[in-house]
């Protein structure tokens, strides 16, 4: 048998592919500490290092939504294509100025290039999907979220040196292409679809579908300010416990932290094809949304105690969102599968810009103590979306009859 038709095959390249290619999302947010240090950047300049890319992801999921590029071009090609334009807009980096805002427009075109990246990953993903999509995209989730946590670990290695962090990610993303182009679609891909701009309207004309997006939206409005800012909250954190370099013991929990949701998403996908995509949504946000809501009280608290609840709230924020999207290709017409995804990432990482901007802010008043609990609102507000969905009838197209 020739590997390379393989399913587990493929889907590792694949997974190797997300999780090598989303580590340019937070490789300049990765070395923020450094660049204060050493060009004295500023919070609402440091803030738009994130925030550039998530508004570049919208604008490029947008126009990919409106002219269907997900289903309309082979799907391996455009995510190599992107994934050449990320590295190439990351590594730019390196030749600018720091503090210029020509690494704001580089950042921008990171993030646009991931459009044609992260959705289009799961698409592939779900081709290859029989009887275990929810296990499926939870692995590519599981990969996506430790590539996101990566510059973490290459900022702890390369040193005092950010050049090092940046190099890393884009060689990364360099790699995720190579990978791509050698995996071969499931037996499940649909033939490339005809241009129909309306096709996106769909996602929000079509009520399960809608509630799927809207618990989405919950979900989201949590996950990024969390994983932008939790290295900050657990900095201060650490520095009012008193510990010895928290800076150092910070940047190793927070990649922790954000790669622990690797095996959250892993572990999700197995419950949600088991018991159901909406109870594991549900319990997921739940827990995730109490860590939030008490991040307070437990800030400057002894290290480990904070370490291992900010652990569990790294696994259940993201144990849930590849399940969301199971959901969409499940209620969706296979043919536009790839813009239905595409729809729900931008809506979602349009509504991270709020909160990415609204932490920093809220903790210019009240302090890095309190400044993650407003993230607990959207999981809360999400699992009712989700008890809605289970309650209509098209949830039994879900996880083969499971919801």
């Not at 109870?279 to 105690?305: H, K, N, Q």
């Not at 599968?337 to 810009?353: A, D, H, N, R």
Request: with cysteine; glycine share 10%.
């Amino acid at each position: 048998m020739d590997i390379r038709t393989h399913k587990w095959f493929n889907v590792g390249l694949l997974g190797l592919a997300q999780g090598f290619a989303l580590s340019v999302w937070f490789s300049a947010s990765a070395v923020v500490p450094s660049l204060k240090a050493a060009y004295g950047l500023s919070e609402d300049h440091a803030a738009l290092f994130t925030s550039a890319v998530s508004v570049g992801f919208v604008v490029g999921t947008l126009v990919s939504a409106i002219l269907t590029l997900a289903d309309r071009m082979a799907p391996t090609r455009l995510f190599a294509i992107c994934a050449v334009v990320g590295a190439a807009a990351n590594a730019l980096i390196l030749v600018v100025e720091p503090t210029s805002a020509a690494v704001v427009v580089l950042r921008f075109i990171t993030g646009a290039s991931l459009a044609g990246v992260y959705p289009v990953g799961m698409k592939l993903a779900s081709s290859w999907a029989k009887g275990d999509m929810g296990f499926l995209v939870g692995l590519l989730v599981g990969a996506l979220t430790f590539g996101s946590a990566l510059p973490h670990l290459f900022n702890v290695l390369g040193g005092i040196d950010w050049r090092f962090t940046i190099a890393a990610a884009s060689a990364a993303e360099l790699l995720a292409a190579m990978f791509v182009l050698f995996m071969r679609p499931g037996p499940n891909l649909a033939p490339a679809a005809p241009f129909r701009p309306q096709a996106a309207l769909e996602a929000f004309r079509n009520k399960p579908l809608r509630l799927a997006n809207f618990g989405y939206l919950g979900h989201m409005w949590e996950l990024y300010a969390m994983w932008a800012w939790i290295g900050v909250f657990l900095t201060q954190s650490f520095i009012v416990a008193g510990a010895s370099d928290p800076v150092l013991w910070a940047g190793l929990a927070t990649f922790a932290v954000i790669a622990s949701g690797g095996v959250g998403s892993l572990l999700g996908g197995i419950f949600a094809d088991r018991l159901g995509r909406t109870t594991l949504t549900i319990l997921a946000m739940g827990i995730s949304g109490i860590c939030a809501a008490t991040s307070g009280f437990y800030f400057g608290a002894a290290p480990v105690l904070v370490i291992v609840i900010c652990l569990v709230w790294g696994v259940t924020v993201v144990a849930d969102s590849a399940q969301f999207s199971s959901c969409v290709i499940e209620l969706s017409d296979p043919n536009y599968v790839g813009t239905m995804l595409t729809i729900q990432t931008s809506t979602g990482f349009l509504l991270t810009l709020l909160t990415i901007h609204l932490v920093p802010a809220f903790a210019a008043h009240v302090g890095w103590q309190w400044a993650l609990v407003p993230l607990a609102i959207g999981p809360f507000l999400g699992v009712l979306a989700m008890a809605r969905l289970r309650a209509h009838p098209a949830s039994l197209k879900l996880a083969n009859g499971h919801r």
